[in-house]
């Protein structure tokens, strides 16, 4: 159990960050994300969108409870998920040329790339 807890007020570039990439996965979801990931891109259209959207859910409760628990958020979730933020950058890059992408917009691009540079300036901050 982490008992480092971070009052939320501390982390606005974690928090800021966080919300650009739940914006970003809605994002996922008109682009079809899912045709660009070994498990679902071979489940055809309709079964693989129903994977790529149904594993958030658990994704989402677990961050969601480190957000609230304790009333703060937790240095490993912050953390985590500022490091999880700038590689996600990193993999979209690498996906740039794949002809299933479909992250082309330029709104999508600040989703993406908004998120990774709040994940880089909190991770600068003193811990």
Excluded at 6 to 19: K, S, T, W
Excluded at 109 to 121: E, T
Aim: charged fraction near 20%.
């Amino acid at each position: 159990m982490d008992r480092d807890i971070i009052r939320h007020e501390r982390h606005l570039p974690f928090l800021l960050g966080f919300c650009l990439l739940l914006t970003h996965e809605m994002d996922a979801i008109r682009c079809k994300e899912w045709t660009m990931f070994p498990v679902t891109e071979t489940m055809g259209e309709d079964a693989g969108y129903r994977a790529f959207t149904a594993v958030h859910v658990p994704l989402y409760a677990l961050m969601l409870q480190g957000l609230v628990r304790g009333g703060g958020v937790t240095r490993t979730l912050v953390v985590g998920m500022d490091i999880f933020s700038v590689i996600h950058v990193a993999l979209h890059l690498l996906r740039l040329n794949d002809p299933r992408n479909r992250f082309t917009s330029a709104f999508s691009w600040v989703l993406i790339l908004g998120a990774g540079l709040c994940g880089a300036l909190d991770l600068r901050r003193p811990r």
